[in-house]
């Protein structure tokens, strides 16, 4: 992660990992996803599942 990805990297390993998480497999449409996205990103505290947005684990680790 201290190489910038492009942000169409991100999108292929979100893709994969919706898919992993609602069907077990890797690639999902829409239709079978029961939460958003966006929500299951949330903290556990605050209703999602805590799963971390890659762009902004990246930029953190670049950071660091």
Do not use: F
């Not at 169409?8 to 994969?16: P, R």
């Not at 919706?18 to 556990?44: E, F, I, M, S």
Request: aromatic share 10%.
């Amino acid at each position: 992660m201290t190489v910038d990805i492009p942000q169409w990297a991100h999108k292929v390993v979100d893709k994969i990992r919706r898919g992993y998480l609602w069907k077990g497999y890797t690639d999902v449409k829409g239709g079978q996803c029961l939460v958003a996205w966006n929500t299951v990103c949330h903290p556990l505290e605050q209703g999602g599942l805590g799963i971390s947005i890659l762009q902004h684990l990246s930029w953190a680790l670049r950071l660091r």
